[in-house]
Structures are given as structure tokens and as C-alpha cells.
């Protein structure tokens, strides 16, 4: 299926909500995925699990503890190689996303890999599932901050958990949003505020509609929304920039990553039983 291209756009900075977010981050991803996977395809591994650009992965981590035996959904899958790599170790991982593209990219990669993720076309704000169904539900830089309506995908997360399940998610570092999105020396110029939440928003110069939507928390904001839903947060890891490692990925870059943080892990557990 030929995609069609990115139209021109133009950045913004205003209020968006979810339905207007939605509309747009499906269809740009849809356009997006061809390219994504392209690019960064053979970096995330068909069977690997990273959490972010940085190349670290779930393995050096733990973030997630156990995962043999377990039910593990991830939001915001993209082409499933995160819980590819959670059915290689013994779990029962599915998939999520709101992108129709890259969930097709998911069954080619289930097909030439020999390890299939059952997966569905849906949105973290609406788990498509029972309550109590899942023992680890994980985000590697999927769904959250694309989500206008952040208080409600984190409440779906918590009903969708057994008590005392584990979330954890990767994000752009809070940090980050102070910065202009260049992996240069420029990118390391503080340029807007770190409180401001506005959104990024692009918009399609010929139709004037919402192309591209990203919303942003500060790290004080992270903490209460899980704090509000009956999760303790056991982990924040920031990683470095590793030795050796000179990937560009977008804004992220050995320039910019020796100096500030660019990916933020969070690993948090729903009150138990
Ligand atoms: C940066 S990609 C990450 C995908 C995958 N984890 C990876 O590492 O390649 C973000 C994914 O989030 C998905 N997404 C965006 N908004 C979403 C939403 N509201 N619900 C579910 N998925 C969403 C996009 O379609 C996209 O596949």
C-alpha cells in the first residue's frame, strides 16, 4: 500500500483536545510508518525491546520485572517489537496502537520473524479489554504523550491491571521541552518554558486541520497523575548517553546527550490486592 506523502505544515503552540489530537496523530502515523520503520526498523530490532533512542534496552533494565508466564499488554505498539521481545521471554505480550500502518507492519514482521503479537487498532483512552486483565502494561515511547487526556488512558491502564500489576512507560524526557528539537548545539539552547504546556501542534498549511499533535507534562505533573490512580512509582531511570553510541534519532544525539537527559522510564505498581 503506497502512503501518501507528508503535507507542508506549519508549527503551532495551543490548546488541542483529544478528539482533535486522535484525528490527527492516527492518519500522520498512518503516513508515517512506512518511513519510521524504514529508518529505524533494523535499530528496534524485529525481536528487540529498547526504551528510546538512547538504544537501552528492557533487558538491561528490568524495568518490567517478570514477564514469563505473564499477560503483558503494550500501548502504543507500533510493529510489536517490544512485546515480540516479551514473547521470546515467556510472556503473553499483545499489542495496541492507533495506527493502522504500523499494526500492518506488525503482521509482516510476525510473519518474517516467526514470532507473532496478537494485536488491535485502538487507543490507550479506550482499552478495548476487561477490567483485571493484564499483570504488566508498558508504553516504550507509544501513545502517552500523544494523549490529550492523560488522567483518563492512565485510569484505563489501572482497570485493565490485576492489583498490584506493574506499568511502566518511556517518554521524552520532561526536560526536553525547553529545548528546540535539534539534535545540534542548538538543541541545547534553553528556548521556551519548561512550565508551559501548551502543545505542539502542526497544522496542514492547505486545509488548516491538526496534522501533528504532541502534548507535554513537566515531571511534578508525571508523579501526580500516578499518584491519583493508586500507583507507586518504584522507578525513574534517566539514561546516559553510552560510550560509543552515535546514532542521530530526530532530536536525540551524542551533542546533546552527554549533556541532558533525553528519554525518562518510569516504572510504577498499582496497589495490591
Ligand atoms: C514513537 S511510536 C512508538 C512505537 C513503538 N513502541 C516503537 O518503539 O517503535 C508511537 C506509537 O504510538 C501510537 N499512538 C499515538 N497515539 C496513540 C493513542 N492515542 N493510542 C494508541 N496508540 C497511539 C502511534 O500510532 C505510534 O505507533
Redesign the pocket.
Known amino acids: 500500500m503506497e502512503q501518501p506523502p507528508h503535507p507542508p505544515v506549519r508549527v503551532e503552540r495551543r490548546a488541542v483536545d483529544?478528539r482533535e489530537?486522535?484525528q490527527a496523530?492516527?492518519p500522520?502515523?498512518?503516513r508515517y510508518?512506512d518511513e519510521?520503520?524504514a529508518t529505524?526498523g533494523e535499530f528496534?530490532g524485529d525481536t528487540g525491546f529498547?526504551w528510546g533512542p538512547e538504544g537501552v534496552t528492557e533487558a538491561e533494565l528490568g524495568i518490567l520485572g517478570p514477564v514469563e508466564g505473564r499477560d503483558v499488554l503494550?500501548?502504543?505498539?507500533?510493529?510489536?517489537?517490544?512485546s515480540r521481545w516479551v514473547r521470546t521471554r515467556g510472556g503473553r505480550g499483545y499489542g495496541?496502537?492507533?495506527?493502522f500502518r504500523?499494526l500492518q507492519h506488525g503482521l509482516r514482521i510476525d510473519e518474517e520473524s516467526g514470532v507473532a503479537v496478537p494485536s488491535v487498532l485502538?487507543?490507550?483512552?479506550a482499552l478495548p479489554f476487561a477490567a483485571a486483565s493484564f499483570d504488566v502494561v508498558f508504553?516504550?515511547?507509544?501513545?502517552l504523550q500523544?494523549?490529550a487526556d492523560l488522567d483518563v488512558?492512565v485510569a484505563e491502564v489501572a482497570r485493565v491491571l490485576r492489583p498490584g500489576g506493574r506499568f511502566a512507560f518511556s517518554i521524552t524526557h520532561p526536560t526536553r521541552w525547553m529545548f528546540p528539537d535539534d539534535p545540534g548545539p542548538e538543541g541545547l539552547v534553553a528556548s521556551q518554558s519548561y512550565w508551559d504546556r501548551t502543545p505542539y501542534v502542526e497544522v496542514d498549511e492547505a486545509t488548516g486541520r491538526v496534522s501533528y499533535v504532541e502534548h507535554h507534562r513537566t515531571l511534578g505533573d508525571w508523579v501526580a497523575v500516578l499518584a491519583r490512580h493508586d500507583f507507586r512509582i518504584t522507578d525513574l531511570a534517566e539514561p546516559e548517553w553510552p560510550e560509543g553510541h552515535e546514532r542521530v534519532w530526530g532530536g536525540w544525539s551524542r551533542t546533546r546527550g552527554r549533556f541532558t537527559p533525553g528519554t525518562a522510564i518510569f516504572g510504577a505498581d498499582l496497589a495490591g490486592p
Open positions: 483529544e489530537s486522535r496523530n492516527g500522520d502515523w498512518d510508518a519510521y520503520q529505524h528496534l529498547l503494550e500501548v502504543g505498539s507500533g510493529a510489536g517489537q517490544c495496541l496502537d492507533l495506527s504500523q485502538g487507543t490507550a483512552t508504553c516504550s515511547f507509544g501513545a500523544f494523549i488512558a
